[in-house]
């Protein structure tokens, strides 16, 4: 990434940095919720070098895109990906950092449209090499903290914080278990003999078509007709109530509820090393997300009862839904996926490459 810098901009970086994608394993749509998730890094990684630019100007480069794009620092979102890289400058400055101008070269293998956090990675990453670059006393939580405000603040995009939170805190081949409401989180081994296989569906993942915002303001107006200020308050004892609800707000609050109590008996199962229960869970989890979520689609089922059938103990959607990748939780992705493969010629394997 120096050499790429250097490249476009003849001069040497100031900061390089870089930051992992992710998958969920348990807890989808909990997090701006304030409840519990269960979700790991994926080996693939965003990487952000960065240095002085000219004064009120963002310049920056993506290479995957091979374009370059030039802004002002006070600019509005324009809709595109430089919006998350001058959202994290602005929020830097918010905080305090001293951007006169800046240049950014990005690089990125996280597969876009999937699912597993492309935007979470390059914040992360941008995030980390300020922080390098200008000597920012900011720890990793508040570097997924400021990320998260950047997304939903300046992009526009209102998520919750566990994308965030895993790039920045994660450790590859462990679940990170973070309550989303305290952040206090806790590294667990994932479960012996068996691997992850992240598929993607073919169907491309988009959040920003409004079904995202859609459950989020269905969440809001369930927690205020049950008084309560998240429906992190609510367990399963309150589920009588909550079915009392007018549709779709009851089954909306019920996967809410029923994920946090299975992100919950998932960390038990890890703790023990319970494969079989963990992958019961993750197909409880898709259920719950096709069926009182609605989030899930056609071909993202189908893929989920084709991993089942072929031997994984546990296969659902992961991400925030309509389209993206699916994981299973299996003995040896190199022997299930060709049997899975055969059945959607459209999904690729996404994780192990």
């Not at 009851?250 to 008996?265: P, Q």
Request: with cysteine.
């Amino acid at each position: 990434m120096s050499a790429l810098f250097s490249e476009l901009f003849a001069a040497i970086p100031a900061a390089v940095a870089r930051a992992p994608a992710r998958a969920n394993l348990l807890g989808e749509h909990t997090d701006y919720n304030d409840g519990f998730v269960l979700p790991t890094p994926l080996p693939y990684l965003t990487t952000v070098a960065l240095g002085p630019g000219p004064a009120g100007m963002i310049e920056a480069h993506a290479a995957r895109f091979g374009e370059t794009k030039t802004r002002a620092l006070d600019a509005p979102p324009a809709g595109d990906w430089l919006d998350y890289v001058l959202g994290c400058v602005r929020v830097a400055m918010q905080e305090g950092a001293a951007v006169e101008g800046v240049r950014v070269a990005i690089d990125s293998d996280v597969p876009m449209g999937a699912g597993i956090s492309s935007s979470a990675a390059l914040e992360v990453a941008t995030l980390r090499a300020l922080r390098e670059w200008l000597g920012l006393e900011i720890d990793d939580v508040q570097v997924a903290k400021l990320g998260q405000r950047a997304e939903s603040g300046y992009v526009g995009m209102p998520c919750g914080i566990m994308d965030q939170m895993v790039s920045s805190l994660g450790t590859p081949g462990q679940a990170l278990f973070l309550d989303t409401r305290s952040l206090e989180y806790r590294l667990l081994a994932l479960p012996a003999n068996h691997a992850l296989a992240v598929v993607h569906s073919g169907v491309a993942h988009r959040l920003t078509d409004g079904g995202y915002r859609q459950r989020r303001s269905e969440c809001e107006a369930a927690a205020s007709a049950l008084t309560v200020k998240s429906l992190r308050e609510l367990d399963v004892a309150d589920l009588p109530a909550i079915m009392a609800l007018p549709e779709p707000l009851n089954r909306r609050t019920r996967h809410v509820v029923t994920e946090n109590r299975r992100v919950l008996d998932g960390v038990a199962a890890l703790e023990r090393g319970d494969a079989v229960e963990f992958g019961r869970l993750m197909v409880e989890s898709h259920a719950s997300q096709r069926d009182d979520y609605n989030v899930s689609l056609p071909e993202i089922d189908a893929l989920v009862e084709t991993a089942l059938k072929h031997g994984a103990l546990g296969a659902r959607l992961t991400g925030g839904g309509f389209g993206g990748c699916i994981i299973a939780l299996v003995e040896d992705p190199a022997s299930w996926w060709p049997a899975v493969a055969a059945e959607h010629p459209a999904a690729r394997l996404v994780y192990p490459r």
